[in-house]
């Protein structure tokens, strides 16, 4: 590990100044950047603490919505009773997520910046263009299992890994900073000609809270699939939240993890199911809808058939079969 400087912001305006500093990095649960830091794959110049600010609060909003601060650790999120309540989908999802321990100290906010668990980024002899900008995409002709199929781009195709991010892109859910309030939608990037430019945050700017608003449904599931039954990441997962009236759907929002190069909204696919009957052809005009431009590289096609699966088996868990 590469030495560094280390300071803790007794203050959110002070931890804005020392993060805006050139090499600064701000670390509360330090799940996953210190990892980072130990492979040499993240070396900051500065450490900002930010875990001591009070940000660790959850409040209701006027509006029934939820107030989530950024330091709020996961697993206190997913015990919380209004979460457990109104926000279910929140809570299932954080706990398919990591392990106890690391819930204990992973932090809202940091679980939206964790990085990519491509294999190649991880492998410091391997070409990645996340890692060092330009220098080429080992995962191209690689090993692609655990890979975006929707999102990509000729220089990453990297699928984002938090399930929490998921469940809070079909909740609709913005995040709070310092200076602006960002959509979650539009908070992280795609890869394009930059992959290493995960999300729409400047220099030094601090998430200070998420704002869920009201329910929109108060059927809500976050199923997840993946390789073994705890301790993994998504191949594929689906956070769904639904209202139905008189037996028709009167609202459906749905997100993915595990395909895309982003946690995955598709307004078009939610659209084809609103108003509508349940049934399984309908599901599955939403998942042709969904995957329509899905592509695999090989040895994560088997993501487009499991994801059409695991679509349908949500929906008809969210409309009573
Ligand atoms: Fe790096 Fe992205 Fe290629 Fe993986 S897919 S090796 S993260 S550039």
């Not at 000729?154 to 709070?176: G, I």
């Amino acid at each position: 590990m590469r030495t560094f400087d280390y300071v803790r912001a007794d203050s959110a305006a002070a931890a804005v100044a020392a993060g805006a500093a050139a090499g600064a990095r701000f670390i509360a649960g330090g799940t996953n950047l210190i990892d980072l830091m130990k492979l040499e794959i993240e070396a900051p110049a500065t450490l900002v603490d930010i875990s001591r600010l009070e940000l660790a609060g959850v409040e209701d909003l006027p509006d029934g919505g939820l107030r989530i601060g950024a330091l709020v650790p996961n697993s206190d999120l997913a015990a919380h009773p209004a979460v457990i309540a109104r926000y279910p989908v929140l809570a299932r999802a954080l706990l398919a997520g990591a392990s106890g321990q690391l819930r204990n100290m992973a932090t809202v906010g940091g679980n939206l910046l964790q990085r990519t668990r491509c294999y190649y980024f991880y492998d410091t002899a391997a070409a990645c263009n996340k890692r060092v900008p330009g220098s080429g995409c080992a995962a191209q002709g690689g090993y692609t299992r655990n890979l975006a199929v929707l999102g990509g781009s000729a220089q990453c195709f990297a699928t984002h890994p938090s399930d929490m991010a998921v469940a809070l892109r079909a909740l609709d859910a913005v995040v709070v900073t310092d200076r602006r309030q960002v959509p979650l939608g539009e908070f992280h990037r795609r890869p394009g000609e930059t992959p290493a430019v995960e999300t729409v945050l400047a220099p030094g700017e601090l998430i200070v809270a998420i704002e869920l608003p009201p329910p929109a449904g108060d059927r809500q599931v976050y199923r997840k699939v993946r390789d073994r039954a705890s301790y993994a990441f998504a191949l594929v997962s689906v956070a769904g939240v639904v209202r139905m009236a008189d037996g028709r759907i009167e609202h459906a929002t749905l997100a993915f993890g595990g395909l895309g190069t982003v946690p995955w909204r598709d307004p078009a696919a939610d659209a084809v199911l609103v108003g509508e009957t349940p049934s399984d052809a309908l599901f599955a005009r939403a998942a042709d809808v969904l995957l329509a431009e899905a592509r695999g590289a090989g040895d994560n096609d088997f993501k487009i058939p499991l994801a059409r699966r695991v679509l349908i088996a949500s929906l008809r868990e969210l409309t009573d079969g």
